[in-house]
């Protein structure tokens, strides 16, 4: 239940940021009417809190407190140090599209190279004439916001039967501290695709800063589509984003997110079955510490029937870090025969870590399997004493049982070059941890 609240000071706040921020928005007049409509549902819900269901774990009057300005465009420094970031975090292989403090970066991009495979526009210039892509059926707060105050984002088209030969890797940039960035993306992928899609996330220097960022993703009917987020932010940074996936009939897609940074983070997904036949893998790893909290909100929609879902997501915690992970998947009334599985586990490092694990089914069908399960405990003393034994230090010890706790849910992905890299992500979190 959404609660509305009076505006606040904090609140009044971000009325002169969006006044301030308009004249520099892309959009034709009819933009700018959607734009407005949109702010004032942020208004009149304003930052989420703790009495809004959605968002009791994940209180952001609390934790984040005011939006910041929105970040100016990247100077001729600003891109001379993304470029070098692009060097260092790009997938070997992959068609990069850049965008830097939440503007496209053409020429740190291989526009070139994926037009032969995929249409292309950035966020700006569909907004000239289009205002769709910032109208979302929704009453959340921040995604209120992200519609009013988006600077910019990839609109990128697969056409039917596209094989990829290469996957396409979304990088945001940050540069600027104390400043926030306001991305939306849309993809659209047509009937019998194969394509991977990756987004990430990187710091460039900057600190303090914050991320609203959404996407739209429709997959056509008999897709094979793997979709990996690698969210590694600075560690006082907040990255808020938003997903909202609809998948068509006999189609695969394979989703998988790992947080490695960011003071605060969540990730909320809405996921639509809506074809007939298809497979969702939904698996995720947080890897937090010290005060970081990080959210992963997922929604997933059996709207037809014949359909399976898997969800494997892990959390390790040290220090006073904060996981939460609420799931749901709903199965409508005509979803007859559908099979449902989520499975969610915490590992605590410290006395003072926190998971707050929260799974619910909403069934309407009656010929269904589903389930779901949450765990949050120790590393085994049993294990970590036979390691000892044999001679390992005792945070190597520690390192190996993580490893193999995390595992599980890595090892969905199913490209074997992103899952190396992924597991590289998380040796290195250990290795900072030593």
């Known amino acids: 239940m959404n609660v509305a609240v009076a505006k606040t000071g904090k609140g009044r706040a971000v009325s002169d940021l969006f006044a301030s921020a308009e004249g520099r928005l892309p959009g034709s007049p009819s933009v700018i009417a959607v734009r407005r409509e949109a702010f004032e549902t942020y208004e009149r819900l304003g930052l989420p809190h703790r009495r809004i269901e ?49 503007v496209f970066a053409g020429d740190l991009s291989d526009v070139k190279a994926l037009a032969a495979e995929a249409g292309f526009k950035t966020l700006r210039e569909t907004l000239e004439k289009d205002a769709g892509l910032l109208k979302t059926a929704t009453t959340d707060a921040v995604i209120a916001l992200n519609a009013a105050m988006a600077t910019d984002g990839v609109v990128l088209s697969i056409a039917d039967g596209a094989q990829l030969s290469a996957p396409i890797q979304i990088i945001h940039l940050a540069t600027a501290a104390s400043a926030s960035a306001f991305t939306r993306s849309r993809v659209m992928v047509g009937k019998g695709v194969s394509a991977t899609i990756i987004e990430s996330f990187v710091a460039v220097g900057a600190k303090a800063y914050q991320v609203n960022d959404a996407v739209i993703l429709s997959i056509g009917d008999n897709a094979d589509v793997a979709h990996i987020r690698l969210m590694d932010d600075a560690p006082d940074a907040v990255n808020i984003s938003s997903h909202f996936v609809t998948v068509g009939a006999n189609t695969k897609l394979n989703f998988f997110n790992m947080t490695t940074g960011a003071a605060v983070s969540r990730l909320q997904g809405f996921i639509t079955l809506a074809g007939e036949g298809s497979e969702l893998s939904a698996n995720g790893v947080n890897l937090l510490q010290k005060t970081e909290h990080g959210d992963t909100t997922l929604v997933v929609d059996h709207a037809v029937p014949n359909c399976v879902s898997r969800e494997v997501f892990r959390a390790v915690l040290d220090d006073r870090a904060h996981s939460v992970f609420q799931g749901r998947i709903i199965v409508r009334p005509d979803a007859q025969k559908t099979d449902g599985k989520m499975m969610i586990r915490a590992l605590l490092l410290s006395d003072e870590a926190e998971a707050d694990n929260k799974p619910e089914l909403e069934i309407f069908a ?69």
């Open 366 to 434: 009656d010929d269904v399997s589903c389930g779901h399960g949450a765990t949050a405990g120790a590393l085994d003393d049993s294990l970590l004493f036979y390691l000892k034994a044999r001679g390992l230090p005792e945070k190597q010890a520690q390192a190996l049982l993580i490893q193999a706790f995390v595992g599980e849910a890595i090892e969905q992905i199913a490209d074997d070059g992103l899952r190396e890299h992924v597991i590289g992500i998380a040796e290195r979190w250990l290795e900072r941890r030593q």
């Open 54 to 102: 959605e968002w009791k774990y994940t209180d952001l009057r609390a934790l984040v407190g005011e939006v910041l300005p929105l970040a100016a465009a990247p100077d001729a420094s600003a891109l001379k140090r993304a470029a070098e970031a692009v060097k260092a975090h790009a997938i070997e292989g992959a068609r990069k599209l850049v965008l830097v403090d939440g």
